[in-house]
């Protein structure tokens, strides 16, 4: 086989994952507004598609994945993730693999609530649901029931403060403890890779400030939630608090995540993993990354010439 060709979809800002798949393979990007994502403009070629929502989006992949010889496919957003997962057999018979894993995955994590069943049904530890906001103790935790980059998301220190909230708002036990986020690589329902990364300061919904950690406690409960996400594939990034040595889940999101650059320069290189289980080579448990390497994010540019 050449080299492997990949396609990134809504690309948007993720400079640093297109730069990590360019290492081991031909990387191409997709997006609504391709001239203004600065991961495009990095990758070897971009296109232009439709909304994930449009019932022209499967086909201009399909489109763009046929004439460009695609081999992989790496979904990067919450809203696409059960529309790819629906399709995988149908784009596997074409030879490309769509890196998601199975819907039952994807469906189970992109709402709050369903996350929150399947961690009771499993007995992880994770906030409770509050629903009679008038008799709770507060502070509370308000988030939208199928946001994700924390749009949404507030401390609420009073009934009065909860009643003003409008949409589909849960209520959740506020946790004061350690934030961190877990990387997850699985392949064949197999968790491959596991990095803590404490997470010190989040901007917009994605971390500016973290540190990787080989917390053990940490790694073996994820290991053990491992045994029940069947279907699972590729990254998985998670959520979670620990307090007082308590493990506390929080959410599942079955993609890659905003601060996975912190994972693959400390070492965990997903995007090469996934190639090699692509190539049928066999895949090892790794935690080989470097430990309490600290990440500092800033602001960036990609500069170029434009007609618009």
């Known amino acids: 086989m050449g080299e492997i060709r990949v396609l990134i979809t809504s690309a948007g800002r993720r400079v640093r994952l297109v730069e990590n798949f360019k290492k081991h393979a031909i990387t191409f990007t997709c997006d609504v507004n391709p001239e203004f994502s600065a991961a495009c403009q990095v990758s070897d070629k971009y296109f232009k598609v439709p909304r994930v929502d449009s019932s022209e989006y499967l086909k201009t992949l399909k489109e763009i994945c046929k004439k460009e010889k695609i081999n992989i496919i790496v979904p990067t957003i919450d809203t696409e993730l059960s529309i790819l997962a629906s399709v995988k057999d149908e784009f596997r018979k074409e030879g490309i693999l769509i890196a998601v894993s199975d819907k039952n995955i994807t469906d189970t994590f992109y709402l709050k609530t369903s996350t929150y069943e399947f961690f009771k049904k499993y007995n992880f530890a994770t906030p409770e649901i509050v629903t009679d906001l008038k008799r709770a103790k507060y502070p509370l935790f308000a988030k939208l029931n199928n946001s994700s980059l924390s749009i949404g998301a507030k401390k609420i220190d009073s009934f009065e403060e909860a009643k003003l909230l409008r949409g589909n708002y849960i209520f959740q036990e506020f946790i004061d403890g350690v934030e961190y986020t877990v990387d ?41 939630l491992s045994t029940y996400l069947k279907g699972a594939y590729g990254t998985l990034t998670i959520q979670l608090f620990k307090r007082n040595e308590k493990i506390i889940f929080i959410e599942i999101n079955p993609r890659f995540g905003g601060g996975y650059p912190l994972s693959f320069l400390a070492g965990a ?30 602001d960036a540019e990609v500069i170029v010439d434009s007609s618009i």
């Open 184 to 224: 997850a690589f699985f392949a064949k329902d197999k968790v491959k890779c596991i990095v803590p990364r404490e997470r010190y300061e989040v901007r917009c919904g994605e971390v500016s400030k973290a540190i990787t950690r080989k917390d053990k406690a940490i790694i073996k409960e994820i290991q053990r």
């Open 269 to 298: 290189d997903f995007a090469k993993m996934l190639i090699d289980d692509y190539l049928g080579k066999k895949l090892n448990y790794y935690e080989e990354w470097r430990d309490n390497l600290v990440m500092l994010r800033y």
